[in-house]
């Protein structure tokens, strides 16, 4: 995973939340509607392996494939097997059935909307960065045509959008991504029953059909053995992108400021001591351990991962995930 070159932080925050319409801490439509006029091109690589199909869009060329186009009288050399029995009993008529080849790849985002994705120390907060993500490679899919779906999940439950076409797509997704945002960590419940991340992989491979483009963003916090099986197996059928959002202080702590925080992990508040250099070091090393796992994990799982930071605009950043 490539290290970005991203400006100084020392840009006005302020500034950039006007530019993009938004507060930081959750979502709205004008923020999202505003990446149709910048989309975020899907990584270069993601059209590889096996699931590699010549073309990319529907043919209009009749043939035997896998997507019903119409019926018609059965003609002599048509195969027995598409013959359309009922509409041949009812007319008296022998009929098949035609259809046409299926090449077209499906965009389907899944958004994490988990509690440790709800955070953020500088610019926006995890959840809202990977709604921007979802927001401008949605409109990327608009533009190229593509049927948009996604899956949608939170602490409290999850939102499945089937592959639609045009910009209907697209604006359904986009309206869930602003509905489906969890309220501030200090709402959130220690006890509060919620699906695992494996439960939310295994809805994505129920909803995704094999081929698909299949984007997943995410800070990946609940990897498991299970969960790497599981987009082992998505990654057999579908080409599979994973962006891991991230924020500055989940990887070190400032070293400009004194006093004590108090940190959401997502079950728990903890208090977190700033001027002490040795909690300093020690909470960095034990980011850059985690940190290095979950990239590990996601190579286990043929993944090619993307990282981008929360704490500057996606569209600064987007040019070393195309890379």
Same mark, same amino acid.
């Given at each position: 995973?490539?290290?970005?070159?991203? @400006?100084?932080?020392?840009?006005?925050?302020?500034?950039?939340?006007?530019? &993009?319409?938004?507060?930081?801490?959750? +979502?709205?439509?004008?923020? #999202?509607?505003?990446?149709?006029?910048? @989309?975020? +091109?899907? +990584?270069?690589?993601?059209?590889?392996?096996?699931?590699?199909?010549?073309?990319?869009?529907?043919?209009?060329?009749?043939?035997?494939?896998?997507?019903?186009?119409?019926?018609?009288?059965?003609?002599?050399?048509?195969?027995?097997?598409?013959?359309?029995?009922?509409?041949?009993? !009812?007319?008296?008529?022998?009929?098949?059935?035609?259809?046409?080849?299926?090449?077209?790849?499906?965009?389907?985002?899944?958004?994490?909307?988990?509690?440790?994705?709800?955070?953020?120390?500088?610019?926006?907060? /995890?959840?809202?960065?990977?709604?921007?993500?979802?927001?401008?490679?949605?409109?990327?899919?608009?533009?190229?045509?593509?049927?948009?779906?996604? &899956?949608?999940?939170?602490?409290?439950?999850?939102?499945? %959008?089937?592959?639609?076409?045009?910009?209907?797509?697209?604006?359904?997704? %986009?309206?869930?991504?602003?509905?489906?945002?969890?309220?501030?960590? =200090?709402?959130?419940?220690?006890? =509060?029953?919620?699906?695992?991340? *494996?439960?939310? #992989?295994? !809805? &994505?491979? !129920? &909803?995704?059909?094999?081929?698909?483009?299949?984007?997943?963003?995410?800070?990946?916090?609940?990897?498991?053995?299970?969960?790497?099986? $599981?987009?082992?197996?998505?990654?057999?059928?579908?080409? *599979?992108?994973?962006? %891991?959002?991230?924020?500055?202080?989940?990887?070190?702590? @400032?070293?400009? /400021?004194?006093?004590?925080? !108090? %940190?959401?992990?997502?079950?728990?508040?903890?208090?977190?001591? $700033?001027?002490?250099?040795?909690?300093?070091?020690?909470?960095?090393?034990?980011?850059?351990?985690?940190?290095?796992?979950?990239?590990?994990?996601?190579?286990?799982?043929? #993944?090619?991962?993307?990282?981008?930071?929360?704490?500057?605009?996606?569209?600064?950043?987007?040019?070393?995930?195309?890379?």
């Amino acid at each position: 995973m490539r290290q970005r070159q991203i @400006p100084s932080a020392a840009n006005s925050s302020e500034l950039s939340l006007a530019v &993009l319409r938004s507060n930081g801490a959750e +979502p709205s439509m004008p923020e #999202l509607l505003r990446y149709r006029g910048r @989309p975020l +091109p899907l +990584p270069i690589p993601i059209r590889q392996g096996s699931v590699m199909q010549s073309g990319h869009k529907v043919s209009r060329f009749r043939g035997r494939g896998m997507e019903f186009d119409e019926v018609r009288h059965y003609q002599p050399g048509d195969d027995i097997r598409a013959i359309d029995w009922r509409v041949t009993a !009812r007319t008296g008529k022998t009929h098949t059935k035609l259809f046409r080849e299926e090449t077209e790849r499906p965009l389907f985002l899944c958004v994490d909307y988990g509690q440790s994705m709800v955070f953020g120390s500088q610019f926006l907060y /995890k959840s809202v960065q990977a709604a921007h993500i979802a927001a401008g490679i949605t409109w990327y899919g608009v533009q190229r045509g593509d049927r948009v779906g996604g &899956l949608i999940f939170n602490a409290g439950g999850h939102y499945e %959008l089937k592959p639609q076409g045009r910009q209907h797509g697209a604006l359904m997704l %986009l309206k869930q991504l602003v509905a489906m945002h969890p309220p501030t960590p =200090q709402h959130f419940s220690e006890h =509060q029953p919620r699906d695992s991340f *494996v439960t939310q #992989l295994q !809805r &994505l491979h !129920r &909803l995704c059909r094999p081929g698909a483009d299949v984007v997943i963003i995410s800070d990946f916090s609940e990897l498991s053995e299970e969960s790497i099986d $599981l987009l082992r197996g998505l990654k057999r059928h579908h080409a *599979v992108t994973a962006i %891991l959002v991230e924020d500055p202080m989940e990887l070190a702590l @400032p070293s400009d /400021k004194r006093g004590h925080v !108090r %940190l959401y992990d997502g079950t728990k508040p903890h208090s977190v001591e $700033l001027a002490n250099p040795h909690y300093a070091q020690a909470w960095q090393k034990r980011a850059e351990q985690w940190r290095a796992e979950r990239i590990q994990q996601l190579h286990r799982a043929s #993944l090619q991962a993307h990282s981008i930071s929360a704490a500057y605009p996606v569209a600064d950043q987007w040019h070393e995930v195309r890379r």
